[in-house]
């Protein structure tokens, strides 16, 4: 994941600057050619495939935490996604009598929505690494459990990613998205499936 949330950061920007798509600064330069350099660098640093799953990991109270904290976010991102969609449609019923005054004040917030999207796509994304992995792991009820959230996030990735293509800056979206996914995928593996074991370069991958 981190490679490839890397490169698609680094092609966003050289497409979307080709053309003319999106004006990127120099600091949303630099920090692009960063993020995929570093992530690029895990491949050597980071934690080695192929690690044994331990179940008592999976099961250990910071993992249950994490999947915890992990379903609370993504539906609170569901939920603000709800509440934009709601609220744009009672914009567009007052647009349509005349209350564009009222209109704008049911919108939420630029940095509402970027709160509400950046939440989705992290979530959703780091979310479907995991249960992506789990598929393998599990058999019966568990892998209908399984296959059903897969559903669920596979949805939220794909609606947020859609509706914050036409209500946000890209080039302010895109990355934050990529970086929270990151994080949140960072913090997966550690908690949940144990890669600190495998790390080589603590240094280097932090």
Known sequence: LPVYMGSMQL???LLMSALGMQSYTKSQQVGTLVL?????LLVDAGPAAGGAVVAEQLASPAAL??????GVAWAAAVAGMA??????QIRARLDKVGGG???TRVQLGEGTLLAVYVAAQ?????SLTTLGKLLVLVDGASLGLVLALLALTTCTNLASSIVAAVKLNQATFIPMAS?????LNQATGLLL????RTVRSWLSYA
């Open 11 to 13: 092609w966003t920007l």
């Open 36 to 40: 995929a350099t570093a992530t690029t």
């Open 65 to 70: 935490l994490w999947v915890l904290f992990m």
């Open 83 to 88: 509440v934009d969609r709601e609220r744009g």
């Open 101 to 103: 005054a009222y209109a």
């Open 122 to 126: 992290a979530t959703s994304t780091s």
């Open 179 to 183: 970086c929270g996914s990151l994080v």
């Open 193 to 196: 499936w144990g890669d600190g």
